[in-house]
């Protein structure tokens, strides 16, 4: 099982010698020296995140100024030099170094470097915390892989259909924010389009931070109307993926799909297998014990 850092994996993994025992150590998860690589590192990244946030709070970070700041170049070190052996054991080191993985693992050693001239590049180290996309196969989540792979396809399936609902609710953000920029105004706190439609998204999703409220009867009608259109909002994106999760899984069993028909007539594919006519032109369909089973 190979951990993803690069699109074809064959081309980077190096033929005997060290490189390649060091690659397997780093990028594989099938070995115990691999995953426990892999638990130290997840271990040194929440350990460093947490030093960060413990170090921006006034009372810890005042008193332990020397501890923190000790243990967060320990940490650079450790993810410098993780780097360069990531870099030393590829085959093709730009091709890791320009990678998804490869910028995020530049971009947790460059904060403290950069914290020497620019003291504010600092809170930049929390980007560490993006580094655990790579090793969260070892919380044993391979199991559930035809489950992401389902919902991704339900996702997939049903974009066209949430983009033209998220088009329909930026429409009606824009309307109602305008027309509460003119019924309320900036007295009321409606100061521009731009502010009116942030208080229509925080309406419309139900949250309503309360920093910006209507005062006038026509515009708490407006408030309303609107919060009961968030119920309905919340609920289409979520019965459009459920609807397509659903369909799917009917043509599957256990991850397997469950052969179809197609009717010879007409050409016509997809019916299930207990189907007896084609619904298109009514013509008999085959004998399901004549179709041979998908792989």
Same mark, same amino acid.
């Given at each position: 099982m190979n951990r993803g850092s690069?699109? &074809? #994996?064959?081309? &980077?993994?190096?033929? *005997?010698?060290?490189?390649?025992?060091l690659y397997i150590i780093i990028f594989e998860a099938d070995t115990t020296a691999g995953r426990r690589f892999d638990q130290i590192l997840i271990a040194t990244i929440l350990l460093s995140?947490?030093?960060v946030i413990l170090d921006s709070i006034k009372p810890y970070g005042g008193r332990l100024e020397l501890p923190f700041a000790s243990l967060e170049w320990l940490f650079t070190v450790i993810f410098t030099t993780e780097y360069v052996l990531r870099l030393l054991c590829v085959r093709r080191p730009m091709a890791y170094a320009t990678s998804f993985f490869g910028i995020i693992d530049l971009l947790s050693?460059?904060?403290?470097y950069l914290a020497l001239l620019v003291p504010e590049a600092h809170a930049l180290i929390d980007v560490r915390i993006l580094r655990l996309l790579r090793v969260f196969r070892i919380f044993k989540l391979t199991g559930y892989v035809a489950e992401y792979t389902s919902l991704g396809r339900a996702l997939t399936a049903s974009r066209r259909k949430i983009l033209v609902f998220l088009s329909f609710v930026l429409m009606v953000v824009l309307v109602m924010g305008s027309l509460m920029y003119v019924v309320e *105004?900036?007295?009321? *706190?409606f100061t521009s389009i731009?502010? #009116?439609m942030y208080w229509a998204v925080t309406t419309m999703t139900t949250v309503g931070f309360g920093d910006i409220t209507p005062r006038t009867d026509l515009g708490r009608f407006i408030s309303s109307l609107m919060m009961l259109l968030g119920w309905g909002v919340l609920a289409v994106p979520t019965g459009i993926v459920t609807a397509e999760m659903t369909a799917q899984r009917q043509q599957t069993t256990n991850g397997v799909p469950v052969p179809t028909r197609t009717c010879q007539p007409c050409s016509t594919e997809g019916h299930p297998i207990y189907a007896s006519f084609c619904w298109r032109c009514g013509a008999a369909l085959p004998d399901p014990m004549d179709i041979p089973p998908k792989t």
């Amino acid at each position: 099982m190979n951990r993803g850092s690069f699109p &074809d #994996s064959a081309l &980077d993994k190096p033929e *005997g010698g060290w490189r390649e025992k060091l690659y397997i150590i780093i990028f594989e998860a099938d070995t115990t020296a691999g995953r426990r690589f892999d638990q130290i590192l997840i271990a040194t990244i929440l350990l460093s995140v947490a030093v960060v946030i413990l170090d921006s709070i006034k009372p810890y970070g005042g008193r332990l100024e020397l501890p923190f700041a000790s243990l967060e170049w320990l940490f650079t070190v450790i993810f410098t030099t993780e780097y360069v052996l990531r870099l030393l054991c590829v085959r093709r080191p730009m091709a890791y170094a320009t990678s998804f993985f490869g910028i995020i693992d530049l971009l947790s050693t460059l904060p403290a470097y950069l914290a020497l001239l620019v003291p504010e590049a600092h809170a930049l180290i929390d980007v560490r915390i993006l580094r655990l996309l790579r090793v969260f196969r070892i919380f044993k989540l391979t199991g559930y892989v035809a489950e992401y792979t389902s919902l991704g396809r339900a996702l997939t399936a049903s974009r066209r259909k949430i983009l033209v609902f998220l088009s329909f609710v930026l429409m009606v953000v824009l309307v109602m924010g305008s027309l509460m920029y003119v019924v309320e *105004g900036p007295q009321h *706190g409606f100061t521009s389009i731009p502010t #009116s439609m942030y208080w229509a998204v925080t309406t419309m999703t139900t949250v309503g931070f309360g920093d910006i409220t209507p005062r006038t009867d026509l515009g708490r009608f407006i408030s309303s109307l609107m919060m009961l259109l968030g119920w309905g909002v919340l609920a289409v994106p979520t019965g459009i993926v459920t609807a397509e999760m659903t369909a799917q899984r009917q043509q599957t069993t256990n991850g397997v799909p469950v052969p179809t028909r197609t009717c010879q007539p007409c050409s016509t594919e997809g019916h299930p297998i207990y189907a007896s006519f084609c619904w298109r032109c009514g013509a008999a369909l085959p004998d399901p014990m004549d179709i041979p089973p998908k792989t």
